[in-house]
């Protein structure tokens, strides 16, 4: 995939779960580093894991 955003900081709210989780993934996949904020501890934690070992 096309890493056009690598070099590139994002800041996603809501990015643990649904429509937020979708967008962190595709600015991942595309290079970008991820400030991921969340309501729910958990649900951040489980994302960043997934993140990094993807």
């Known amino acids: ?3 056009f955003l690598e070099n590139q900081v994002a800041l996603v709210t ?3 779960q649904g429509i937020g989780w ?4 595709a600015l991942a996949d ?3 580093q991820l400030f991921i904020c969340d ?3 958990k649900h951040i934690a489980q994302a960043r894991a997934e993140l990094v070992d993807s």
Do not use: V
Request: aromatic share 0%; proline share 0%.
């Open 39 to 41: 309501i729910s501890e």
């Open 14 to 16: 809501g990015g643990a």
């Open 30 to 32: 595309h290079g970008a």
């Open 22 to 25: 979708g967008i962190a993934q």
């Open 1 to 3: 995939m096309d890493k």
